[in-house]
């Protein structure tokens, strides 16, 4: 993509959200600020190439090779930059079917992915499946409401994760969709399943009072929303019954958003929901701003791959 053309698309698409008590006025005015930059992907199911220019309905979009591109291209503005996945990374393509997942490892590690969460389809086949490609991925698998204690994937998936970028501490955590019904036993065998709004408790507790943390973030796959079952457990629900989650990063509906969603959590304060549909055919875009005092503001963008 042309730089011109990234730049237009970018600004087309951006909205900016206020986190915490951090308005746009003081940060505009404020002489020193912080960039985080996070860049997030969800449900790309082994879609490696692009899309055909006949497809129907996404010609010419996605492609393992022009994600590659806008990364580069980002991270050269700010080196401050978070990659992470929201799960669903299998299934889709022949490549899944031939390679088993290696690919999909092997060329996320390429794009220097940081952290990724599980999605059901990551057990398509079965948990030994998912445990045979982990020598292939060079960044961290992380749940929090998957107890894999009992499984060959014990230690292999820690609930967290932290990193530090120009002093500010961020810290990162995983969710998954309830298993039973989605996922044979068989391919799970003995993955325990935790219910998400106690597990999303005692990690923001851990990474904000333990690891003083100033930017907490979920990587949910249990969906954006449900209309047909309201109170099954979603990431607009996980926001409203929480609290200290900055953003929600989804998946599993595959739920195109131009720009996130902000939703109030327990306490009355602002939590940003982004899910960028499917497929690799967008990357999201989320920046916060840390002024001297480390109060942040945000701004979301869904670039079109």
């Not at 959200?17 to 969800?42: D, E, M, R, Y």
């Not at 996980?238 to 953003?247: E, F, G, P, R, Y």
């Not at 916060?288 to 079109?304: L, P, Q």
């Amino acid at each position: 993509m042309k730089r011109r053309d990234f730049i237009q698309q970018t600004a087309a698409t951006t909205a900016l959200v206020t986190v915490g008590g951090f308005g746009l006025q003081s940060f505009t005015s404020a002489p020193q600020t912080t960039k985080i930059t996070i860049l997030h992907t969800n449900d790309v199911h082994s879609h490696i190439d692009p899309f055909s220019p006949t497809d129907g309905m996404y010609a010419n979009k996605g492609g393992v090779a022009r994600r590659a591109t806008l990364i580069e291209h980002i991270r050269k503005d700010n080196p401050n930059t978070l990659l992470v996945d929201a799960g669903d990374i299998f299934q889709g393509t022949p490549y899944f079917n031939y390679y088993g997942g290696e690919l999909e490892f092997k060329l996320m590690s390429m794009l220097k992915y940081d952290v990724a969460t599980i999605g059901n389809h990551d057990f398509d086949n079965g948990i030994e499946g998912l445990f045979a490609q982990l020598p292939h991925a060079e960044f961290d698998f992380i749940s929090a409401n998957y107890d894999f204690s009992n499984t060959i994937m014990d230690t292999h998936v820690k609930p967290y994760k932290t990193f530090v970028k120009d002093n500010i501490k961020i810290g990162v955590f995983g969710l998954g969709i309830k298993l039973k019904g989605i996922v044979d036993e068989a391919l799970s065998k003995e993955t325990k399943y935790l219910d998400p709004i106690e597990m999303s408790q005692e990690m923001t507790r851990i990474l904000k009072n333990d690891a003083h943390c100033d930017l907490i973030i979920c990587l949910s796959h249990l969906g954006y929303e449900y209309n047909d079952n309201p109170k099954k457990i979603s990431d607009l629900n996980l926001a409203a019954q929480t609290k200290d989650i900055d953003l929600i990063i989804g998946g599993h509906t595959h739920t195109f958003l131009d720009k996130p969603t902000v939703v109030k959590n327990k306490e009355g304060k602002n939590v940003l929901i982004n899910q960028v549909g499917c497929y690799g055919i967008n990357l999201g875009k989320i920046d916060f701003y840390f002024d001297s005092s480390k109060n942040k503001t945000a701004k979301g963008v869904s670039i079109v791959v």
